[in-house]
């Protein structure tokens, strides 16, 4: 058996990376902080020609009817850059969960909000909040109501209430701005009228299809951790080549080395924990869950790991606005407490393994 991703997958990988670093650098993220709802329509539109808001659409809405495997490798790379546009809710997770409404309903609500909102996702014309019970952003929620990326300025919101699935328009949606500890990251709590409610699901379907979406919110995430520790020892590693102390490079000091070489082997053992998730989500493997929970674990661990190297090494103007590294490491703070924490996610793989221990 050969553990590898395909030719194809990379060059669009590659592809993807190439025009990231052309499309958004630091100073357009810097930008996206000014910019109140954090978004890069420039960039999105071209992640849309490209193909990449498309990859989990089926062909019959106009997307390209791939799965969690070969949308991972993109999603990474859209956190090495820090974008701030919604590509885990709108693309990782609003976009499958409605073609899974399409195909399970067929010509009703479900499906008609799913034929309707499926091309403009693909074509980049549209963004979807989500807010799912797993999806507290940026640590506790607000007086008990979850913080929802894009919330105030989505035009589609798909929510979990009271065991449904419903979707409401985005101009249906009152949404109120909350900070965050990254400021391009565009949170807010929601609320909206019962009647502008569409159910998409109920009962035992809409269960695992929360299941299912909170799974994908948390690899996707989970994904972005690692392009995010790696943008973050990329950075460190050409600092530490130019940075001198006594006549030489810090990077030639012992010290230096191992924090470095620390932080690379974090890295290096969560990002494979990341594709197998991957693979067992698209596979449709009974352990997917399990997978998906010891993945955002790891990803979270390592890339909050390789922030704290990052910053002992960069010393005093790591602490600096000015420099680009708090744009990282403060969505690196943000994702690691997204779509459930570290020690959330470790208490999951521990119930799915041993099952529910008893309160005490």
Known sequence: MRFAFTDDQLLFRDAVRDLLDKECPPEQVRRAWDAGDG???????????????????????????????????LVEQTGRVALPDPVV???AVAAPLLADMAESSGSGAAGEIAAEWLPRLAAGSAIVAVALDGNRLDGRPLSGRPLVAHGADADLLIAAVDGQ???????????????????ARAL????????????????AEAA???DRALDRGALATAAQLIGLGQQLLDLTVDYVKERRQFGVPIGSFQ?????????????????PVVYAAAYAMATDDPD???AVAHAKAAAGDAATFVGRQALQCHGAIGYTVEYDLHLYLKRVWALAASWGDAAHHRRRVADL????????
Request: proline share 7%.
């Open 39 to 73: 978004r890069l329509v420039g960039v999105w539109n071209a992640l849309a020609e490209m193909g990449v808001l498309g990859v989990p659409v089926p062909e019959a809405f106009g997307g390209l009817g791939l799965a969690e495997l070969d949308l991972v490798l």
């Open 89 to 91: 809710e709108t693309v």
């Open 165 to 183: 699935i419903v979707c409401v328009p985005g101009d249906r949606v009152a949404g109120q701005a909350q900070r965050s500890v990254d400021g």
């Open 188 to 203: 807010a709590t929601v609320s909206w009228h019962p009647a502008d409610v569409v159910v998409l699901a109920d009962g």
């Open 208 to 210: 695992a299809a929360l």
């Open 255 to 271: 010290a230096v080395k191992h924090h470095l070489a620390d932080a690379m082997l974090q890295l290096e053992f969560a990002r």
């Open 288 to 290: 997917a869950a399990r």
């Open 353 to 360: 393994v041993l099952g529910p221990v008893p309160s005490p």
